[in-house]
């Protein structure tokens, strides 16, 4: 097809392409302008003109002479290329060798729960090892083959030909290792961005290191907004970044530490007004100037820079947590409660660590959220400490099923949850009442022998209104007793929680939600601020997305800041080899201080049965106080293992019977007799002592031999310790 170009007497009435223009008389120089030659010298347009290819044979000598002034004859340069030589020379002898021996280690150490892996890992590593060696054989020689040829070749030069062979030998090593060491072109001097003209000079443009990569004032005026795809370096990107803000009017000023990961760009953005909430409100804008998916651009403002925020640009199907590290192992009983254990990562590679000693929390997803990884994960931690009882709740669904056997209780039925629940929200009172007892001052302090109690409620709006209000007062008084509850839900509303005490809570996190539980667990002005899980999208039947993915406050030693977080997913397989792991070391039980001081605490009154005028049952108690045994029972829980729940006068016999094997061991022998035992104890006659002692189970006294008393009547270590581990049920 023909194109028609308009005459030249049209093209200045009319707008036609530029490519399409046909110079004018008016356009084209006039031939008198040009001069001949004169000379070596060519007059044009007024300007004198040297062609580069006839200069003088002096000025390029002069020209060289003062590049080799500059670079000090080149000596750094030949330093820099021999030791490029020798680097090169080490890079093909390791040859990526080191590299895949630790990658085979790690691949070992990772399976260290499957033997047959850890098997075939370990070959993996054996056989690795044996090629490097043969690697590194070959390549000594190769290295003494041409070594020893170039060194006889020089020999003999040197031998044979006189002062001007070694001359040139001399020059010739010279000028290799100046051939080695030149700089770069590539990074001798910073390049433009092709998208746009920016002056460089004075802004310290393109610097790293935290420097300023472009201001607003460096934009053209006619530079219009490309998609980020078309960025290559920090600079293309600080103007990528500069022109969808001003276009979509931001009141930007300047972006800084641009830097390029494996997933895409990051960068501080700051504003020379208001604050990074315009960058918020105009995210999803800013994705469609950038070409990125849903979610593509992550603003993160800073607390300590009012006027910054952190913005996260991921590529398409690109995933920023693809590269975090998996659930690290944790041998049974090998943790406290009051240890942080990771169990996630956040967008920017941050360990997602916390402890939950003490620590109420509520965990608020949609369906396909990840709530019950969300839970296992923690779960993980906890079913791993000595001083720990992990109870699991769930109305509905299937709570910590892979993790079942290192659970000490697990209750679905509404009797069973609303049974655990009254037991310690009853043990709660009953430790804040023995905590000075005890000596452990504000706070119940955790220990092997005062263990936590942390219960994970899973499908919390699905239980009972009893149940609800039995973990409300939870909540409100197991926080110093270190019985904490951790509630999974599918909303964070009222409607949802019965109560609106999601801002309440210590520790919050959200994933996949609507905006309106944002607000309601984060506060009204959080998604200004950059709480955006409601960006989030649930997993669907074949796709996992954002599942797990969480926006998290009150994690103890870590800042409030709105960062995006994903819970390690931990596969089936594992979480149920790592539970019965920890259900053959024997699980955690309760104290039989907090078990014995329960049965001096009243009841809550909307569990207790409601009598007329007469006596008579009006109302029958909606739930019962049962003991550690009796809910055990009811909740199908295994009794092997647990406490037996003494009565106040076994709990008497028992402490009187460690004081006095106590006593022995001042005495520094295994027998002693009533009255040197009382008076060490104090506080009881030789008389009470051994009535305690009798009905312990630890018998009567028997003739025993003591130096310096002779054969007298008294007790046996042996005995003593038999009865105090009957009665422990030991």
């Known amino acids: 097809m023909a194109i028609h170009t308009p005459s030249a007497d049209t093209q200045t009435d009319i707008d036609v392409p530029e490519f399409m223009r046909t110079d004018t008389a008016a356009d084209r120089p006039n031939l008198s302008l040009v001069k001949p030659i004169q000379g070596a010298v060519v007059e044009h347009q007024g300007e004198t003109l040297r062609p580069a290819w006839i200069e003088s044979g002096k000025e390029l000598a002069a020209r060289a002479q003062e590049h080799v002034t500059e670079n000090r004859l080149y000596i750094g340069w030949t330093i820099r290329g021999y030791g490029n030589l020798g680097r090169r020379w080490l890079e093909a002898r390791r040859d990526g060798h080191p590299q895949m021996i630790q990658s085979a280690i790690a691949e070992r150490e990772a399976a260290a729960s499957d033997t047959a892996a850890e098997t075939a890992a ?226 920017g590679g941050d360990p997602l660590e916390t402890a939950l000693a003490g620590v109420m929390g509520l965990w608020v997803a949609a369906s396909g959220g990840g709530k019950t990884g969300i839970l296992q994960a923690l779960a993980e931690g906890t079913t791993a400490c000595y001083d720990n009882i992990t109870i699991d709740l769930d109305p509905h669904g299937d709570g910590l099923e892979d993790l079942g056997d290192a659970v000490r209780i697990t209750a679905r039925t509404n009797q069973q949850i609303e049974a655990v629940l009254l037991f310690f929200l009853v043990m709660s009172k009953a430790r804040a009442r023995l905590r000075k007892t005890l000596g452990m001052g504000r706070k119940w302090k955790a220990s092997r022998e005062h263990p936590a109690v942390t219960i994970f409620f899973d ?38 929680l019965g109560e609106n005490f999601a801002q309440m809570v210590a520790l919050k996190a959200v994933g996949p939600c609507k905006v309106g539980d944002t607000r309601a667990v984060f506060g009204d002005g959080s998604v200004a601020e950059g709480w955006l899980p409601h960006r989030l999208d649930p997993a669907t039947e074949t796709d996992p997305k954002d599942a797990g993915h969480i926006y998290i406050q009150g994690v103890p030693g870590m800042p409030d800041e709105p960062i995006e977080y994903k819970v390690h997913e931990v596969p089936s397989a594992t979480l149920r080899k790592l539970a019965a792991e920890r259900l053959e070391a024997g699980l955690v039980e309760p104290d039989q201080d907090s078990l014995g001081a329960m049965a001096g605490v009243d009841l809550p009154e909307y569990v207790e049965a409601v009598y007329d005028m007469e006596g008579n049952v009006k109302k029958e108690a909606p739930v019962e106080l049962l003991t550690w045994d009796g809910l055990l029972r009811l909740c199908g829980a295994e009794p092997g293992g647990y406490v037996r729940q003494l009565t106040p006068e076994e709990r008497h016999q028992l402490q009187f019977a460690k004081l006095a094997l106590k006593a022995m061991d001042h005495f520094g022998r295994d027998v002693a007799q009533l009255d040197e035992m009382a008076a060490l104890i104090g506080g009881i006659t030789p008389e009470g002592l051994g009535d305690l002692l009798r009905t312990s189970g630890a018998g009567g006294t028997v003739k025993v031999t003591i130096d310096g008393r002779g054969r007298v009547n008294g007790y046996r270590r042996e005995d003593i310790a038999e009865a105090a581990k009957l009665l422990q049920g030991d």
């Open 122 to 347: 370990h070959e993996l590593v054996r056989d690795r090892r044996a090629d490097y060696r043969l690697h590194k054989r070959w390549h000594w020689i190769k290295t003494g083959g041409w070594g020893a040829a170039g060194a006889a070749g020089v020999t003999v030069g040197a031998v044979t030909g006189g002062v001007w062979v070694d001359l040139a030998m001399a020059t010739a090593a010279y000028l290799s290792g100046i051939y080695h060491g030149r700089p770069d072109p590539a990074t001798a001097e910073v390049a433009a961005p092709p998208l746009s003209v920016i002056e460089q000079s004075d802004s310290g443009f393109g610097q790293a290191g935290g420097q300023v990569f472009m201001t607003v004032d460096q934009l053209r005026e006619d530079a219009k907004p490309f998609p980020i795809a078309q960025a290559r370096t920090p600079m293309q990107l600080a103007e990528c970044v500069l022109l969808a803000l001003v276009a979509e009017g931001v009141p930007v000023a300047e972006v800084t530490d641009v830097i390029r990961l494996s997933w895409g760009w990051q960068c501080i953005v700051r504003v020379s007004e208001g604050t990074p909430e315009a960058i918020i409100k105009v995210a999803g804008a800013l994705e469609t100037r950038f070409d990125l998916a849903a979610n593509g651009v992550r603003p993160t403002p800073l607390k300590e820079r009012r006027a910054c925020a952190v913005l996260r640009l991921v590529d398409r199907g690109a995933d920023p947590f693809a590269s975090a590290p998996g659930l690290p192992y944790r041998a049974p009983k090998s943790m406290s409660i009051t240890d942080k254990f990771r169990i996630g990562s956040s967008v």
């Open 459 to 496: 499908e919390f709006p699905k239980a009972t209104e009893l149940a609800k209000q039995l973990a409300f007062d939870l909540l409100l008084v197991g926080r110093k007793e270190l019985i904490e509850v951790e509630i999974a839900s599918q909303g964070g509303q009222k409607s949802y």
